[in-house]
């Protein structure tokens, strides 16, 4: 191999993995600065430049997102999808409010299926728990002021 050939391929081998995110938190911090310099520029962008925007948006949003949706937190999760509006937002200038709407309309009915789960099959049960642990209170409760009454009434 040429050393001009050599060196081209190591400068791309370079360049691409320098790209690519290294970690979960590698990852949210290319994926902020890449939706940061979109903002910064939106405005002058060409067709070309949308093109480019949009293949390293689908990477963060679904090549890079897929190594690691596993150790994302909730928080993670609600970074990501500000940054994926807000990419939306600059590209489309969409509503935010369809945007939001589509995002965590499936996040939104799980909670409302977990929530209804709950309900069916623990609330009873912890209801029950609660009323003993306040009666459980209430009974110490008055049984310390009938000790204090006493150790009033003893002392005059």
């Not at 001009?4 to 400068?11: A, M, S």
């Not at 993995?17 to 994926?31: A, G, I, R, V």
């Not at 949009?54 to 997102?65: A, G, H, M, Q, V």
């Not at 489309?92 to 909670?111: A, M, P, T």
Request: with cysteine; net charge negative.
């Amino acid at each position: 191999m040429k050393p001009i050939n050599f060196l081209f391929v190591f400068g791309l081998i370079y360049l691409l993995s320098c790209s690519q995110p290294t970690s979960k938190e590698d990852y949210l911090n290319k994926f902020s600065r890449f939706v940061q310099r979109v903002e910064e520029n939106h405005k002058k962008y060409t067709t070309n430049d949308w093109e480019w925007a949009d293949k390293k948006f689908e990477r963060y949003n679904s090549e890079w997102y897929i190594n690691y949706r596993n150790e994302f937190t909730f928080e993670d999760q609600i970074k990501i999808k500000g940054l994926i509006i807000k990419y939306h937002a600059l590209k489309n200038k969409e509503s935010i409010g369809d945007l939001l709407h589509d995002l965590f309309k499936d996040d939104v009915n799980n909670i409302g299926d977990k929530f209804q789960q709950y309900v069916d099959e623990d609330l009873d049960e912890d209801l029950d728990k609660i009323i003993d642990g306040a009666t459980e209170i209430g009974d110490s409760a008055v049984k310390v002021l009938e000790q204090v009454v006493k150790e009033l009434d003893e002392s005059f």
